[in-house]
């Protein structure tokens, strides 16, 4: 069989708060390591509840392309927030 393969791994939170700020800081540390990553489809469920998934990030579609990267259920308007981290001082 050949395309893509998708990863599931189960980490537990004991919360929805706490287990949607781990997959987002998951999803962003994974996405240096390779272009493949969609953070923008990453969920979160109850263990014994893992056909309810709950978003991790907002991805609506942004004007002039792009999506949103803020928090799922943010409050602000949506904006659009680069996955990769933006170089700095320090090299």
Known sequence: MTGRWVI???ISAP???????FAR?????????SAR???G????????EQGVRHWVFCDR??????????PAEHESACAHRP???QPGPYR
């Open 25 to 33: 800081t998951a999803a962003r540390v994974l996405v240096r390591l």
């Open 37 to 39: 990553v969609e953070p």
């Open 8 to 10: 599931h791994l189960p």
């Open 61 to 70: 579609p942004l004007p002039g392309g792009g999506r949103c990267a803020l």
């Open 41 to 48: 489809g990453v969920t979160v469920s109850a263990e014994d």
């Open 83 to 85: 996955w990769r981290p």
């Open 15 to 21: 919360d929805l708060v706490r287990a949607r700020i």
